[in-house]
């Protein structure tokens, strides 16, 4: 099997905490063409420019999952108590955000240029990783004193500490059933995205009304071209013509 991470290149930016050079790969994007990420393998954690996470397909999030996954076992560099923006150098502010139910943290420049996401987070966002339940904790804690946290690092006293006790975590896992359902869900969602969109009856309605010659009462607006009303199309007032909302009667 090729290796995902071969697939990367050598980028330009440096990374906000270590300050290396970091690698980039082409991710399939939600419209068209592909989204370019940043990677840093060695502090294993991602730069998004402005909004690319959410431009990322559901092919393109398990395309990075798998270069996040073939990177499990390198070594990590603990990441800078001050992290710096790639494109302006400003300090990143730690932020917390929601995807769902899931919670999740990154460092986001405050001149909107980006977002700095460690692994562990990137896969908390897209709802490869779960929290775990009370009782699934306790039942962890009688066979494995601590764990470490997936957010700082931090070791948590399964005994006494319910979540991280540094950074505030909750205690989660990356476990076969949360991936298969991530994995499943986002493979849905490709299906569902590469389906020809269905006809739309309001919209085959609408070029009907184009095709028809123009009415006695076709009254062009202040601007408008009375010759040109056959092209103009009102998709507010026009659609009244073609919704029935029953009889209220």
Known sequence: MTDPAGALRA??????????????????????????????????????????????????????????????????????????CPACRDVLVLTHDIQHTTRFTY????????????????????????????????????????????????????????????????????DADAVDRALERLEAAESRRREPAPPDPLLDAFARRRARPPLPNDVPYPGTDSGALDTIVDLVGGAFDFIDLGDSS
């Open 11 to 84: 980028g330009r930016r440096a990374c906000p905490s270590c300050g290396a050079v970091m690698q980039v790969g082409d991710f399939e994007h939600r419209a068209e063409g592909r989204v370019e990420v940043d990677l840093c393998l060695d502090c294993r954690a991602l730069w998004f420019d402005a909004f690319e996470s959410a431009q990322l397909a559901p092919r393109g999030v398990i395309e990075l999952f798998r270069v996040v996954q073939a990177g499990r076992d390198r070594p990590a560099h603990p990441l800078a108590s001050a992290l710096h």
């Open 107 to 174: 460092y986001r420049c405050g001149a909107d240029h980006g977002r700095f996401t460690p692994f562990v987070q990137f896969l908390r966002e897209k709802e490869f990783v779960r929290s775990l339940s009370p009782a699934e904790i306790a039942h962890l804690a009688a066979t494995v004193r601590q764990v470490r946290c997936t957010s700082c690092g931090a070791a948590i006293d399964l005994a006494n500490d319910p979540a991280c006790r540094y950074c505030g975590a909750p205690i989660a896992i990356l």
